[in-house]
């Protein structure tokens, strides 16, 4: 069965920094495209930024360009979303999320075009 788990979320100050991962469990993931979304209460998830499967596109939500970064592991099977200047208003539960069968260069950015999704990571940035 596939299986996602997220890490590296946590509490963290305003203008700090944060390095999220995400992989795979019972499966190899260097062929699928992946993605994080997040989810504050009482709004719906939004998508945050994907990377295609080969790594070589990458697409980034509006509020977190030239913050936060996607990234694939040296082996492709490991995400990371590296988040710095981090801002109140980034605290969410972050879910890692992937999909296969795409073209090598495609990034998703929409909900619907993924399959796999993590149990959510909680990332809570103070003031």
């Known amino acids: 069965q596939v299986q996602l788990v997220e890490s590296g979320g946590g509490l963290v100050q305003a203008g700090g920094s944060l390095r999220l991962s995400c992989a795979p469990s019972?499966?190899?993931?260097?062929?699928?495209?992946m993605g994080w979304f997040r989810q504050a209460p009482g709004k719906e998830r939004e998508f945050v930024a994907a990377?295609?499967?080969?790594?070589?596109?990458?697409a980034h939500a509006d509020s977190v360009k030239g913050r936060f970064t996607i990234a694939r592991g040296t082996l492709k099977n490991t995400v990371y979303l590296q988040m710095n200047s981090l801002k109140p208003e980034d605290t969410a539960v972050y879910y890692c999320?992937?999909?296969?069968?795409?073209?090598?260069?495609?990034?998703?950015?929409?909900?619907?075009?993924?399959?796999?999704w993590g149990q959510g990571t909680q990332v809570t940035v103070s003031s």
């Open positions: 999320t992937a999909r296969g069968g795409l073209d090598s260069d495609y990034a998703p950015t929409l909900k619907t075009e993924y399959t796999y």
């Open positions: 019972g499966h190899t993931f260097s062929t699928y495209a």
């Open positions: 990377i295609s499967r080969s790594g070589g596109s990458t």
